[in-house]
């Protein structure tokens, strides 16, 4: 059983005979200084570097290298030696080589068995400035050995680390080193030059491509640094054949990478991807107090990706914590029930106060729970208002609200974004906290906007001709971002409204002159449209299920179609029904999307002919209604829809820019 | 430094330092045991299955199992259902994580249990393990052995409840019978 030790953290030897090794990325120096039950080394000839490798019980590498094995007998130590201390330290000089530990992978040394077994190990964490460093130190306490992680760093490299153990020719004995670990590189063949773009394919030497926790009986094979070219592991600690590529994964291997690197994997004649830019860096947080959160804080190749990946985690973390409020506060309530029912239930406490005090009390835990839980999730609130704070101003137009100042610095898209924000969700633990509730573009299911009345709402908007005119605006205002979004062209929207009692509502559209066709009114109208759109639907299906959509026909727009449907069913015979139907469920797959502004419950007198209808639409209100679940735990989340302020412009300015860009695309 | 656990052993899982775990995984590892015999060669693929049930006051509140990957509050997730264990020794099979500073406040055990799904006994099975990790730093805590299988299917591994302000871990390692968690909830309750 391997202990993995942490900073500070002892561990028991068993055996006297030991090897330490140790693994890295880069080549790097190990020496021991042994030193007295005072902790001090007694002089130069008590250290143990490549200059000097072999002392009584100990023997370490001639040179510098990326693993190395330390041979250990501590029966064979002198008497006066109290303590072991293994030194790692990164070359200086010639090579070019990383200058302070911070740069490369963290060290890793493990205390192995002579069969290899591991004692236990330390992988030499939070190394910065660091160019030398006490990985560990194999100790006497009480007759019996012991070894202890240490992880000391010196900066000053290790004329500053033998300073520190009391050596008085420290800055004799690091140069002695150094001159050692140098005739050691002279020796050696010289270091690669850096890679080339497509990768070097020429034989340079066995690829490193180990984990720095394989220091286990398969050992690393081969010399893995840029220079000296030493296969340490595989004949023992001294076998040192500079210079040839003896190591038999040398040569089966030839085509094995450049030093230093692990193994490339990519096709040399490939144009790599670019690179996603770099996340946004996380200021450092006050001791003691979490980070701050940072926008786009989350996995993804571009910020697009990070801010929605982002937008989600902290819809499902809000869906989570409410869970977990709201089960224990209906376990406080079942369990307060309970108590007062055993209470009530014992003849015994009805006489005296012995019920009312069983009462009090199985109300006062309940109470207690109750805070608890309220605790935790104002504690989860705080935290993701903080980050609701944070993300909300860096969104991107298709993410934020229409009051957002993005949407006045709006410019027509050339890429179609990842998602589209079609309102907010809210709890009603929380209600100030809002979460944009984002959907994939292009869109995968249409959109019923229901313009009946809430279950919610009694009185307060008076008839169905209100409630009909703000679920045309909740329409238009979607609508609007659609065409917004996408690239000039390549998104269209036509209307149905049968009786014209939107007019008003679709000015904006219609006005700017972004729309393909000027609304379409009674019967001829609709099945004039829905003619047109289902033999799109069909011309496409045909095309893509034939493998000929070079074959379209030259005047059929390539773009996405959006047809919003006002006052359904008015004006809609069986026939344009069924083509309704027909645009819901063959159309997403094509790029022909609906949006239907109609009331169920008129609707009705379709019959349940239409159910699959309504079930295959994604349904949004246009008053705030508890009728989305999340996917996670299934709580009822109050949408709201994203509203053009009152009284602002931004839609008028948006959309004139979005006709000026299709005029343009035309 | 890993604690060898023996059944009943209760071990607090306060860091050496005095401060307390914030999260920790329970994992489990197996492999199937070669059958002797004329197609000795053949072993059979075992699944076992971990799961966790969470109790508040006695009572299941939630639980944790390859139907159920996360809890609803989100603090015990599995990683997901392996369905023939390890080839070789070493690696978690399954593992569930279990954020400990996130538990609704009114959870006050969470049971772990090993069932196998594919119904052999555990003396099919060998180097079964349940070991539990401390996920911030990888350091193992403690690891419970399934050592001498018997003619069982399933074992209810350990309990991690509250004790003050931080928690405790016993090693149960109860043998039982059953196909689910659900099955072995009788045999839970004792422990709880």
């Known amino acids: 059983m391997t202990a993995e030790l942490v900073r500070g953290q002892n561990h028991p030897l068993s055996q006297s005979r030991l090897e330490i090794r140790v693994a890295s990325g880069t080549p790097i120096v190990a020496s021991a200084t042994l030193s007295d039950e005072n902790g001090r080394a007694r002089g130069v000839e008590w250290v143990a570097h490549p200059g000097a490798p072999t002392l009584p019980g100990l023997e370490v590498s001639k040179q510098a290298a990326a693993d190395h094995r330390l041979a250990v007998d501590l029966d064979a130590m002198p008497e006066a030696v109290h303590r072991v201390s293994v030194l790692l330290a990164l070359p200086t000089g010639g090579g070019g080589g990383p200058a302070r530990f911070g740069t490369v992978a963290a060290p890793f040394v493990a205390v192995t068995g002579l069969d290899g077994t591991e004692v236990a190990s330390y992988r030499i964490t939070g190394l910065d400035a660091e160019c030398a460093v006490v990985a560990l130190e194999l100790y006497r306490r009480q007759g019996a050995w012991k070894v202890r992680a240490v992880g000391q760093g010196y900066a000053g490299g290790l004329a500053e680390l033998f300073a520190d153990q009391g050596l008085a020719e420290a800055h004799r004995l690091a140069g002695t080193i150094n001159e050692a670990v140098a005739q050691g590189l002279a020796r050696s063949v010289p270091a690669p030059p850096p890679r080339t773009a497509d990768g070097d394919r020429t034989r340079q030497s066995a690829a490193p491509a180990h984990g720095p926790d394989q220091g286990g009986p398969a050992a690393p094979q081969g010399a893995p640094g840029p220079v000296p070219r030493q296969p340490t592991s595989r004949y023992g600690p001294q076998a040192t054949q500079p210079g040839c590529p003896t190591d038999p994964s040398a040569v089966t291997q030839p085509s094995s990478p450049t030093a230093g690197d692990p193994v490339n994997y990519s096709h040399p004649g490939r144009q790599a991807a670019a690179p996603p830019p770099p996340p946004p860096t996380v200021p450092p947080a006050p001791p003691g107090q979490p980070a701050p959160p940072v926008a786009g804080d989350a996995t993804g190749w571009s910020m697009d990706e990070r801010l929605y990946n982002q937008v989600w985690g902290m819809f499902e973390d809000l869906a989570r914590t409410a869970a977990a409020y709201r089960s224990a506060v209906d376990f406080a309530d079942s369990r307060m029930e309970k108590e007062i029912d055993q209470a009530l239930s014992d003849p015994r406490s009805r006489i005296g106060g012995q019920g009312d005090a069983a009462r009090e009390a199985a109300r006062a835990k309940h109470a207690q729970l109750v805070d608890q839980a309220r605790a935790a999730l104002d504690r989860d609130l705080a935290q993701l208002t903080a980050e609701s704070e944070v993300v909300e101003p860096a969104l991107p137009p298709a993410y934020a609200r229409w009051d957002n100042p993005v949407w006045h610095g709006y410019r027509v898209p050339m890429e179609i974004p990842m998602a589209l924000r079609l309102g907010d969700l809210s709890l009603p633990e929380s209600e100030l906290l809002r979460i944009p509730m984002l959907v994939r573009l292009p869109l995968e299911r249409g959109l019923w906007i229901d313009s009946g009345r809430p279950a919610s709402l009694d009185d307060s908007v008076a008839d169905a001709l209100e409630l009909g005119r703000i679920a045309m605006d909740t329409a238009v205002a979607l609508a609007a971002r659609l065409l917004a979004v996408y690239p000039a062209g390549d998104f269209t929207v036509h209307v149905v409204d049968p009786a014209g009692s939107a007019a008003q509502a679709l000015a904006p559209l219609a006005d700017s002159g972004v729309l393909a066709a000027p609304p379409a009114l009674g019967a001829a109208g609709v099945a004039d449209v829905l003619t047109r759109l289902t033999q799109r639907v069909d011309l496409v299906q045909m095309a893509v299920r034939g493998g000929a959509a070079d074959s379209l026909p030259p005047g059929l727009d390539p773009g996405e179609q959006l047809l919003i449907v006002n006052d359904f069913p008015h004006g809609f015979d069986d026939r344009a029904v069924t083509q309704l139907r027909y645009l819901a469920d063959e159309g997403p797959a094509v790029g022909v999307h609906l949006m239907m502004v109609a009331d169920r419950e008129e609707a009705a007198g379709y019959g349940p002919l239409l159910d699959p209808l309504w079930r295959s639409l994604l349904r949004l209100t246009p008053l705030p209604d508890d009728h989305l679940a999340d996917p996670w735990v299934g709580h009822a989340w109050t949408y709201e829809p994203a509203l053009v302020p009152a009284g602002s412009q931004v839609l008028q300015q948006v959309l004139t820019q979005v006709a000026a860009a299709r005029a343009k695309y035309r | ?192």
Not at chain 2, 39 to 51: C, K, Y
Not at chain 2, 62 to 76: E, I, Y
Not at chain 2, 103 to 118: A, E, L, Y
Not at chain 2, 133 to 154: F, I, K, M, P
Request: charged fraction near 20%; glycine fraction near 12%.
């Open chain 2, 1 to 192: 430094m890993t604690v060898n656990m023996t059944k009943g052993q209760a071990i607090s899982l306060q860091k050496n330092d005095g401060g307390s775990l914030t999260a920790v995984r329970m994992g489990l590892g197996w492999q199937a045991a070669p059958r002797r015999g004329l197609f000795g060669s053949r072993t059979r693929e075992i699944d076992l299955d971990a799961s966790a049930v969470l109790f508040a006051d006695k009572q299941p509140v939630d639980v944790v199992f390859f139907r159920h990957l996360v809890s609803d509050d989100g603090s015990v997730r599995h990683t997901g259902d392996n369905l023939v264990g390890g080839v070789g020794q070493g690696g978690d099979d399954e593992a569930i994580l279990v954020d400990l500073a996130r538990i609704p406040v009114h959870i006050d055990q969470i049971v772990f249990t090993v069932n196998s799904f594919t119904g052999q006994t555990f003396q099919e099975v060998q180097n079964a393990f349940c070991r539990l990790v401390d996920e911030t730093n990888g350091q193992e805590l403690a690891r419970y052995t399934l050592a001498g299988g018997g003619a069982y299917t399933a074992q209810i591994m350990a309990k991690v409840h509250r004790s003050g302000p931080g928690w405790t871990m016993t090693a149960l390692g109860t043998p039982a019978n059953g196909r689910t968690f659900q099955d072995l909830m009788p045999s839970i309750l004792p422990h709880l």
